[in-house]
């Protein structure tokens, strides 16, 4: 058991973007007119033909990342384990408590709950650079951190009207996903090449 484990940990960052991005699919395919433009990602938690995969691939997302991280990455950086495990916990929460954009109480606490994810993920992907020795991860991750939070920045500024706010909400994930993607890879090549 623990044998899996370890072999898909390191293909489990990657599998974390593929759920993410196939939530995305499943939104577009199920209910096209309302991808994209003015509604937000969290819209999709409303609507019965796509509120099964927002539950499904956010949890999903977060205990494949989980895996990244406990088993894969943190043999080979400094990997703030308690702050990721709470951030991801927060994001499978994300998916799996209920909202109802007409509640304000729904809304507070699930815009609560999806903030304090991404912020501590970002703090988490931060300590892992400040402890690093490599320069190269320290400024990559340093610039996924800083256009994420930019992002974020702009996608909770906007009017609810704009019709950027699908634009920024899913840059800002982008962004994660990028380090993600390139963290994985590079830890490989780095593997690979002693």
Known sequence: M?????????????????????????YYLQMPLYFGWKYPISFFATLPETRWAFSACYTLAAICFWIFTKHHLAKYFTVPLKIFAVSLTLFAATGLLPYNPDDTASV??????????????????????????????????YAAILLSFALTMLFLLSPKESHLIFAFEAGSWLMLQLWTIWISFYVHKKNTAR
């Open 2 to 26: 623990n044998r899996n484990v370890e072999s898909f940990a390191k293909y489990a960052g990657l599998a974390t973007v593929a759920v993410e991005w196939s939530a995305l699919l499943i």
């Open 108 to 141: 507070v606490a699930h815009v609560s709950v999806a903030l304090s994810s991404g912020l501590l993920f970002l703090v988490g992907m931060f300590v892992l650079a400040k402890k690093s020795q490599d320069r190269q991860v320290q400024t990559v991750t």
